[in-house]
């Protein structure tokens, strides 16, 4: 499946405003990889070009506040309120929590008190479903700016004692702002896809509603990624051009016009094959898997923003953006580059307001959790007909009405 923008539109457009990425401040390099497993430096850069990833260190580095590190930044560039958002997606395989969804936290913590909140899994294509999406609601009319984040701590789920998994994957988010335009400019086409029967070549096996957690999924380390790397290996280097080629056709765009393609970022040889097919030079194709390794669903979001500071992106550039993961999945965007490069920096006032704004939310934030919890201490159970019960009910109806529901 996929979307195309329309031929008569109706005058909507869906374009990318704002970016952001975060990464964690810890890096592990190959040598210290290799202090722990049998491998070396040589080894992970011949076979798959990674040569450091960062990652969390400690509780307080988690999915959602990688993910709204990246996000605050990506509405800074934008110039858009937290609450004027309509949606915020965050792509993960690395969720909070099953729920509360990972989006719906980083919701809060922004102070995007009118958007809808959800997470998407799609393995590694996430972030490229989500903006596939958001473009969709926003040509459709159903929002006027979507917040889509791709975030991921896969340093919590890999096996630190398997040589196979653990010199792949890094940690990192990445996020964009897809706002509202009249010019036939941004996401113009997009090919989503998935094969269910290849499920099983990159898999977290437990801590689902197949295998729930046990003393048995943990010891035989049920809860760490599983992947069978030449299986993946096959499907990426097929299913990369065929996306590209797919995505251009769709977005009615001939292969030799790409200025710039961003693939996800795995493994320099896959996307050397997949140059080799496209029949492109290697120079129109932007990697820096070197500096983070795999961050899945964060991946290309990442790289976009890499991509955008080293000025490798102009206004009118053709653009695809093409990813494959677990599902097994994958997704390629074309986007025409609707804003001018480089975008002018903001004026410093503007940025302190909007930093004040987040500093705001957070506070309000911890205001109204304690006031959840003052109010139902105060108003004892649900349901109860004694004075209490009878309060509550009142100021149950006076806040209703107040909010004017
Ligand atoms: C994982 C991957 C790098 C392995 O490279 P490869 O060239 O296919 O290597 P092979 O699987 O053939 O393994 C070759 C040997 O290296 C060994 N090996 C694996 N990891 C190693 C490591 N970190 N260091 C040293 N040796 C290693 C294997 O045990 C194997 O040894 P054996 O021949 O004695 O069994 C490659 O298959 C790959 O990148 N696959 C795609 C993974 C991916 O992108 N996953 C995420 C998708 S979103």
């Given at each position: ?27 592990l ?12 430096d040589?080894?992970i ?6 040569k450091?990833?960062?990652i ?13 590190r ?9 110039d858009?309120?937290?609450?004027d958002l309509d ?14 969804s ?6 809060d ?44 701590t896969?340093?919590r ?13 890094g ?8 706002s509202?335009c ?5 996401v ?23 295998a729930?957690?046990s003393?048995?999924?943990v010891?035989?380390g049920?809860?760490?990624?599983k992947?069978?790397g030449?299986e ?12 590209t ?19 996800h ?10 140059v ?18 795999n ?14 500071r ?10 695809v953006l093409v990813?494959?993961?677990?599902g097994?999945?994958?997704?390629a965007?074309?986007i025409e580059w609707?804003i001018p ?9 503007r ?8 500093a ?5 934030s911890?205001?109204r ?10 108003m ?12 509550r ?10 909010r004017g529901?």
């Open positions: 499946m996929g979307s195309q923008a329309p031929k008569a539109p109706n005058g909507r457009y869906a374009q990318i405003t704002g970016w952001g990425m975060y990464v964690p401040e810890k890096v390099t190959n040598t210290d990889l290799a202090r722990a497993v049998d491998t070396t040589e080894w850069v011949s076979r798959t070009g990674i450091e990833r960062h969390v260190a400690g509780e307080r580095e988690t999915t959602a506040t990688l993910a709204a990246a996000a605050q930044e990506a509405l800074l560039v934008a858009v309120a937290p609450g949606l915020v997606i965050v792509a993960t395989v690395t969720p909070e929590y099953a729920f509360p990972t989006a719906s936290l980083v919701q913590a922004l102070g995007a008190d009118k958007a809808g909140a959800f997470d998407l899994s799609a393995g590694c294509s996430g972030f490229m479903y989500a903006l596939s999406l958001a473009a969709d609601v926003v040509r459709a009319g159903g929002a006027e700016h979507v917040l889509v984040i791709g975030a991921e896969l340093s789920i890999v096996d630190w004692t398997d040589r196979n998994t653990c010199v792949l994957f940690d990192g988010a990445g996020a964009v702002v897809v509202v009249e010019a036939r400019c941004g113009l086409a997009s090919v989503l896809g998935s094969d269910g029967s290849g499920g099983d070549v990159l898999i977290l096996p437990a801590g689902g509603s197949h729930p957690a003393h048995e999924t010891s035989s049920g809860h760490f990624a992947m069978n030449r993946v290996f096959r499907f990426a280097t097929t299913i990369i051009p065929k996306a080629e797919q995505v251009a056709q769709k977005a009615g765009w001939q292969i030799a016009d790409l200025a710039l393609v961003i693939p970022q795995a493994n320099t040889r896959i996307i050397e094959s997949a080799k097919r496209l029949n492109m030079p290697l120079e129109k194709f932007f990697i820096n898997l070197d500096r983070y390794g961050t899945s669903s964060a991946s290309i979001p990442i790289a976009l923003c890499e991509a955008i080293e000025q490798r992106i102009k206004g009118g550039d053709k653009l990813g494959f993961g677990a097994l999945t994958w997704a965007v074309a609707g490069m480089p975008v002018k920096p903001q004026r410093p006032e940025r302190w307001f909007g930093r004040l704004r987040f705001f939310a957070g506070v309000r911890i205001f959790r304690v006031e959840r919890h003052v109010y139902n201490w105060i004892g159970p649900v349901g109860k007909d004694d004075w209490r019960g009878k309060l009910k009142r100021t149950d109806a006076l806040r209703e009405r107040l529901k």
